[in-house]
């Protein structure tokens, strides 16, 4: 059983930024692959970006340019940094982990950006 802890949500203005953590329980976190999901009220969860075991990156074009997955491995943590960040980014936002076809979800952070 993977746990997974996020943090860093909140409320910030348009065109400003904020950084998701993760941090996951277990001992082989660098075999995991990571993502980042967002959830807006009334919408599916979608993909916003992932990151493989062996770092290779990718994005929802609504995240190109503007967002950017990181992962630290002796940490057991992974991050979204967001920038430029606008109203149609606010959304719950979710860590996933997966191993082997098992997936893992975190409890969500909420980012709402409003001025």
């Known amino acids: 059983q993977v746990q997974l802890v996020e943090s860093g949500g909140g409320l910030v203005q348009p065109g400003g930024s904020l950084r998701l953590s993760c941090a996951a329980s277990?001992?082989?976190?660098?075999?995991?692959?990571m993502g980042w999901y967002r959830q807006a009220p009334g919408k599916q969860r979608e993909l916003v970006a992932r990151?493989?075991?062996?770092?290779?990156?990718n994005y929802a074009d609504s995240a190109k340019g503007r967002f950017t997955i990181s992962r630290d491995n002796a940490k057991n943590t992974v991050y979204l940094e967001m920038n430029s960040l606008e109203p149609e980014d606010t959304a719950a936002y979710y860590c996933s982990a997966n191993f082997r076809g098992e997936g893992y979800w975190g409890q969500g952070t909420q980012v709402t950006v409003s001025s």
């Open positions: 990151i493989t075991s062996s770092g290779i990156t």
């Open positions: 277990g001992s082989i976190f660098r075999l995991y692959a």
